[in-house]
């Protein structure tokens, strides 16, 4: 059995896409999904399963609970070995870290095309990408300047729709679900 983590892309943001936890865990339990655990109300999940071929995985649960909740919901999947390693790997750990800093890991569903020279900085300056790594994306941001960041609107810009982010505290938790 493997250990998959689960991250679902833009449910229960400002009232919509509203997907239940609890139903959540019952749908990835109907396709063979064990063990399923959640972790806070924004798609964080965690479970077991014999499925080798993860891609093929992501596709089957994004269709299920699209079917089931009425709206696409895009799913990326990691393996719990890569997730540890990634903490392992304490990627933040040159970061001058205060109260106004975020720091923010985005998983994309493919490798990305476009080529970045890092580390790559927003326009406004308070946003900056310090690492490309496979289909993981280590950012900053920095709110020292402003309450509204429009840094985070390149990362759809680069590398569009298909990916999600998570701020670096719910990765730490997400591992030890």
Not at 135 to 152: A, F
Request: include cysteine; charged fraction near 25%.
């Amino acid at each position: 059995m493997e250990t998959l983590i689960g991250f679902l892309r833009g449910i229960n943001v400002g009232g919509h896409h509203k997907v239940p936890m609890a139903e959540l865990r019952t749908k990835l339990n109907d396709i063979g999904c064990n063990n399923v655990r959640t972790l806070l109300n924004s798609g964080n999940f965690m479970f077991e399963t014999k499925q080798a071929n993860i891609q093929d995985l992501e596709h089957k649960i994004e269709n299920h609970i699209s079917n089931s909740f009425g709206f696409p919901i895009p799913v990326i999947l990691k393996t719990q070995k890569e997730i540890s390693e990634l903490i392992d790997d304490n990627p933040f750990e040159k970061i001058n870290i205060h109260k106004n800093i975020r720091l923010y890991v985005t998983f994309l569903k493919d490798l990305p095309k476009v080529k970045l020279v890092l580390p790559y900085f927003s326009e406004d300056k308070t946003y900056q990408i310090i690492s490309i790594k496979n289909k993981i994306i280590l950012s900053v941001l920095d709110l020292t300047t402003t309450n509204t960041p429009k840094g985070m609107n390149d990362l759809e810009k680069l590398f569009g729709k298909s990916i999600t982010t998570r701020n670096w505290n719910t990765i730490n938790r997400v591992v030890d679900m």
